[in-house]
């Protein structure tokens, strides 16, 4: 599917056909003719005159699909009784529910669970605040905070309307390593006020990750939450795509027969993903890293407003090269985009070194279209499923903060973080490693545990862990 047409969506249409003037064959005939793609046709209800059926087309997109229906329209003897796009569907009514662990069946279960004998849990967490992580919800919940300013692919959308990603992300958490997360969305950008409200609600969780708040905000919000709480707090957008990064191209300098601390690595987009990413590539071992955004290459030498940028220019680049892409990419092994689309030519991979790995991570389009870059690039990587190699975030958080909640860790340190990347990096073997599986797929379903192990070890070696490594094995 071309990038410029979208990533497709899926509609449901009740269509109901006068068999006296229209035939079913007419029907397919016409949605075909529109470039539609029959995906599954279903009978609702079928009289002597007329026959009604839902029929499951995919578009490529909002466009499309109109095109589709009004073709549908036209079309004489055809009846369009309703529209529903799929993903609308699921969306109903939210993805996500509570539900009790244990049921209350009589008068005696209802004291226990509630008054009067729930009492005597309260006391017990008032003289021992830490049984808290025994006798309630927060030994395994994770609050999803989000302002909503900065929404992957959509900007500053506000609060409701980023309700719905965070609901995606706790049915992830869920599925994926059974953590229980719930949506926080806040109506404020104040970064004081939003250290406020988070510190305030975290009695009632194990673990905060900070989610799509705009940098540089997410910086000093994470930092200042990490030194204010005493639980995890991890801003997926940066620490996450750093992970995931990490773990692929752990395992692309090993196919391509190079190791990190000779690699030249230029990074496009300093923003929240690029700083983390930056840092993460720095503490693996690389050790020549050239930031390039909109004003051009990073350079010690000048003046920043962004102290991120300061910080930035004053521990990458050690070459000193100045200008642009253009200067930074000639003999690099590879290029990082966290940026847009566009901003990675044929030409600019052509200057890179033998082998040249790219990982264009812009969504939902790359800095590169991969079908052009094919030809050129040894190793190609997108935040896109519909691509070989996709960074996906998925494949760390879960099992991350498995990790974390399962030993307490009190934070998620760099040393949990680059142990989370080898697990990743360590699923896909040395018979399966090749140009297009780099990263393991998100559904496997070793992800998880592998991280969650290795966060643990990691917590543990570096003194972040309140449970001993025999408290963890008896209570698994």
């Keep these: 599917m071309a990038l410029q047409r979208g990533t497709g969506m899926s509609l449901i249409l009740r269509l109901e056909l006068d068999q006296s003037v229209a035939a079913f064959g007419q029907l397919t005939r016409a949605i075909g003719d529109a470039g539609g793609d029959i995906v599954a046709v279903d009978v609702i209800r079928v009289t002597k005159n007329t026959a009604t059926r839902d029929v499951t087309v995919q578009a490529f997109d909002r466009d499309h ?13 055809v009846h369009v009784v309703n529209v529903s796009d799929r993903t609308f569907l699921m969306h109903l009514g939210g993805k996500i529910s509570i539900h ?20 005597r849990v309260c006391t017990a967490i008032q003289e021992d605040p830490s049984k808290a992580f025994q006798l309630t919800i927060k030994r395994n919940m994770v609050a999803i905070v989000s302002d909503g300013t900065a929404v992957l692919g959509l ?15 706790a049915m992830l958490f869920k599925q994926f390593a059974d953590v229980d997360a719930f949506p926080i969305c806040l109506d404020t950008k104040d970064t004081d006020e939003i250290v406020r409200i988070v510190k305030a609600i975290a009695p009632t969780f194990g673990g905060i990750n900070l989610e799509d708040i705009s940098s540089p905000r997410c910086f000093e919000i994470e930092d200042r939450l990490r030194a204010e709480l005493d639980i995890p707090v991890f801003h997926d957008d940066q620490h996450g795509t750093a992970v995931v990064l990490l773990a692929g191209l752990l395992n692309a300098v090993k196919l391509v027969g190079k190791k990190l601390e000779d690699l030249r690595v230029v990074v496009v987009g300093i923003g929240a993903a690029g ?10 071992g690389v050790k020549n890293v050239i930031g390039v955004d909109r004003h051009g290459v990073l350079v010690r030498s000048e003046h920043y407003e962004n102290p991120i940028w300061s910080w930035y220019a004053d521990h990458t680049n050690p070459e000193l090269v100045h200008g642009g892409l253009d200067e930074a990419i000639s003999q ?3 290029f990082i985009g966290l940026s847009g689309p ?8 052509k200057k890179m070194a033998k082998d040249p790995i790219v990982f264009a991570m812009a969504n939902p389009f790359p800095e590169i279209d991969p079908e052009e870059a094919e030809p050129y690039v040894r190793v190609l990587a997108t935040g896109r499923s519909d691509y070989p190699n996709q960074i996906n975030n998925v494949l760390c958080f879960p099992g991350i903060f498995r990790g974390a909640l399962d030993c307490r860790a009190s934070v998620i340190n760099e040393e949990m973080k680059l142990a989370a990347a080898r697990a990743i990096a360590s699923i896909v073997t040395d ?4 140009e297009q599986y780099i990263v393991p797929s998100v559904f496997n379903k070793k992800i998880s545990r592998a991280v969650s ?4 070890d990691a917590a543990i070696a570096t003194g972040v862990a309140r449970r001993e490594r025999s408290d963890y094995a008896q209570s698994n």
């Design 100 to 119: 009790p662990k244990i049921p209350v069946k009589n008068r005696d279960d209802l004291s226990r669970v509630y008054t009067p004998d729930v009492a």
């Design 332 to 334: 690099a092994d590879v």
């Design 275 to 284: 700083v983390a990413c930056t840092k993460i590539l720095l503490s693996a």
């Design 431 to 434: 018979d399966e490693l090749h």
């Design 155 to 169: 900007g500053d959308i506000g609060p409701e309307a980023a309700i719905p990603v965070m609901e995606g992300k």
């Design 342 to 349: 566009g901003v990675l030519t044929i030409d600019h991979v």
């Design 65 to 77: 699909a109109d095109q589709i229906v009004q073709a549908l329209t036209d079309l004489p003897g």
């Design 453 to 456: 192990l290795a966060v643990i």
